[in-house]
């Protein structure tokens, strides 16, 4: 019997809550270090809550924002769209 699977054998059609947590966490971050080096990052605060059928991303970025660097501002906000992308993605599955 697999994780996913309830105690009767079918398996569950939605994520659990946690999972749904870091799927989004991961997706944000993975977003926010395609745009810089991580090294580069000064601070990084993702936080997701999944609480009633309610996602809620916030992203914080401090990172720089010199004239080749990319917007912070624009990659926190690309993030937190590629978090809710993912949670979508998670309950087609």
């Not at 809550?49 to 924002?65: H, M, Q």
């Amino acid at each position: 019997m697999s994780e996913d699977a309830s105690s009767d054998g079918t398996a569950d059609a939605d994520p659990t809550d946690e999972e749904v947590v870091r799927t989004a966490a991961e997706a944000a971050e993975g977003v926010v270090f395609e745009h810089y080096d991580q090294s580069a990052v000064t601070d990084l605060d993702v936080t997701v809550t999944f609480e009633a059928g309610v996602l809620d991303v916030d992203v914080y970025l401090n990172a720089p924002d010199g004239p080749d660097d990319p917007d912070p501002e624009t990659v926190a906000e690309a993030a937190t769209t590629a978090a809710g992308d993912a949670v979508d993605e998670l309950f087609e599955e």
